[in-house]
Every structure is written in structure tokens, then in C-alpha cells.
T-cell receptor, first 111, second 114 residues
Framework: GDSVTQMEGPVTLSEEAFLTINCTYT??????LFWYVQYPGEGLQLLLK?????DKGSNKGFEATYRKETTSFHLEKGSVQVSDSAVYFC??????????FGAGTQVVVTP | DAGVTQSPTHLIKTRGQQVTLRCSPI?????VSWYQQVLGQGPQFIFQ???????GRGNFPDRFSARQFPNYSSELNVNALLLGDSALYLC?????????????FGNGTRLTVT
């Protein structure tokens, strides 16, 4: 079945550092790929998405490129802020819109 | 515009009891999905409804049931609660069904079973 694997956390960074969170997937067909972010005590917010190979999703300084050849969708941000501290989830969607999530990666940004 | 709203925000129940969780989608959204998020894990798919019909069901026992009403709101029911049902239950809505219509999540209902 479909699955998503993302790097374990916590990832601890200083402000203005470069962030990368690795995500790889296994799926039949051509899923859509997503990154969601969850702040403490809140639900999930869609951060960015890509619907086909080589698409790049971007939002709020975050970027991720749909790499079919490596089945990856790594999240990057060039300069993190304390407000980026959260849990980040990589997910894929089947054709019906059902999401399969990774286990999440906690990111802690210190001043 | 209001986002996805869920009620209650917190709930404490005893083993064996039954619980009903409620969800109001974003206005105009016809699809509602439910996910269970156990502490420290990613959300797991429970149900998807579109136009009041069940479109998908995850790997959950029959103690879990749901429905969608004509106004597109939804309820999730869990019978004979177990300690392992303690989790954050997330509702999500989308304009249409299908992968190209992104899900918008509510803040969830935190269920604690003692």
C-alpha cells in the first residue's frame, strides 16, 4: 500500500539557518504530494502542494519539488524564524483525495 | 470566512461509553473527511463523505461510524470506547472530492478515554 517516510525529529536549528526535511514515498500511480504544518494545540494547515512530477510547490519561503525518479518531496527553507517552530507532515493523496501522512518531524528554532 | 469548526474541543469519557464528535465544513465545501491522530504520530484516515455518501473508509473497527447531513456537516460516532481511542480527532473539508481539491483541517477534538 501507499506509504510516506520522513526524517525523524526533533530538528533543532538556530534562527536564519537552512532547513531541510526529507520525505520519500511509495505509491501506485501518480499521487499528489503535500506538506502540512501543525502548530501546538492546532489542526493541520496546508503549507504547499505539487500535483505532478517536477512541479515545485512554494509558500512562505518554503519549497518542495516532486521528484518522481527518486520518489521524494523534500521540504526546504533558506532562513528559518522562531515562528517556524512546529511539526511538519509530508503526505500523499490518492485519486479520491484520501491523505496518507508521514509520522511528522518536529522543528525547533532557537533565537 | 469561518474555517472548519469542530465541537467539542475537549472530551473525557470512560471505557465502554459512546461519543459523538461534530464537524461543520467551510461554507460551500461538499466533502468531509475524518482523521485520527494519536500523540506523536501522523493522522490516520477514518472516513470520507461526499454529498452525504460514504466514499472511503480506513482500517478502523465497526465501532467507528459517521454520517454527513444535507447541510454537509458531519458526525463521527465511536461506540464501546477503548483506552486506545484516546487521540485528537481531526475533521477536514474540501470543495470537491479528489486529489486536486486540498483538504482544510479544523483544530480537532481531543478525546481522552479513562
Amino acid at each position: 500500500g501507499d506509504s510516506v517516510t520522513q526524517m525523524e525529529g526533533p530538528v533543532t536549528l538556530s534562527e536564519e539557518a537552512f532547513l531541510t526535511i526529507n520525505c520519500t514515498y511509495t505509491a501506485t500511480g501518480y499521487p499528489s504530494l503535500f506538506w502540512y504544518v501543525q502548530y501546538p494545540g492546532e489542526g493541520l494547515q496546508l503549507l504547499l502542494k505539487a500535483t505532478k512530477a517536477d512541479d515545485k510547490g512554494s509558500n512562505k519561503g518554503f519549497e518542495a519539488t516532486y521528484r518522481k525518479e527518486t520518489t521524494s518531496f523534500h521540504l526546504e527553507k533558506g532562513s528559518v524564524q522562531v515562528s517556524d517552530s512546529a511539526v511538519y507532515f509530508c503526505a500523499l493523496s490518492d485519486s479520491w483525495g484520501k491523505l496518507q501522512f508521514g509520522a511528522g518531524t518536529q522543528v525547533v528554532v532557537t533565537p | 470566512d469561518a474555517g472548519v469548526t469542530q465541537s467539542p474541543t475537549h472530551l473525557i469519557k470512560t471505557r465502554g461509553q459512546q461519543v459523538t464528535l461534530r464537524c461543520s465544513p467551510i461554507s460551500g465545501h461538499k466533502s468531509v473527511s475524518w482523521y485520527q491522530q494519536v500523540l506523536g504520530q501522523g493522522p490516520q484516515f477514518i472516513f470520507q463523505y461526499y454529498e452525504k455518501e460514504e466514499r472511503g473508509r480506513g482500517n478502523f473497527p465497526d465501532r467507528f461510524s459517521a454520517r454527513q447531513f444535507p447541510n454537509y456537516s458531519s458526525e463521527l460516532n465511536v461506540n464501546a470506547l477503548l483506552l486506545g481511542d484516546s487521540a485528537l480527532y481531526l475533521c477536514a473539508s474540501s470543495l470537491e472530492e479528489g486529489a486536486r481539491s486540498p483538504l482544510h483541517f479544523g483544530n480537532g477534538t481531543r478525546l481522552t478515554v479513562t
